[in-house]
């Protein structure tokens, strides 16, 4: 078993900056990549960022050089980051983190609203 749980949204004009954060905890051991998802109303969930336990990243376009994923990881836990920068509106989405190989069940995301 694995548990997700997502931290770090809030309400951000445009151009400002997030950092979210997400907590792994379980049998992570087995787990040798985590990305970020992101999803907007009436869309479908879409991966927007993904780093590998050796630290290569992944990045959709819309998203690349404005995001940075990164991961840590402290005993039993490991701890998945998400800084967002110069965010747009069109950023606006829950996000969430998952592993893209396992597909663990979702956690409760963490919203992420940008205004104009």
């Known amino acids: 078993q694995v548990q997700l749980v997502e931290s770090g949204g809030g309400l951000v004009q445009a151009g400002g900056s997030l950092r979210l954060s997400c907590a792994v905890s379980?049998?992570?051991?087995?787990?040798?990549?985590m990305g970020w998802y992101r999803q907007a109303p009436g869309k479908q969930r879409e991966l927007v960022a993904r780093?590998?336990?050796?630290?290569?990243?992944?990045?959709a376009d819309s998203v690349k050089g404005r995001f940075t994923i990164s991961i840590s990881r402290d005993n039993a836990k490991k701890m998945v980051y998400l800084q967002m920068n110069s965010l747009k509106p069109e950023d606006t989405a829950v996000y969430y983190c998952n592993a893209p190989a396992w597909s663990f069940d979702w956690g409760q995301g963490t919203q992420v609203t940008v205004s104009p």
């Open positions: 780093i590998t336990s050796g630290g290569i990243t992944n990045y």
């Open positions: 379980g049998n992570i051991f087995r787990i040798n990549a």
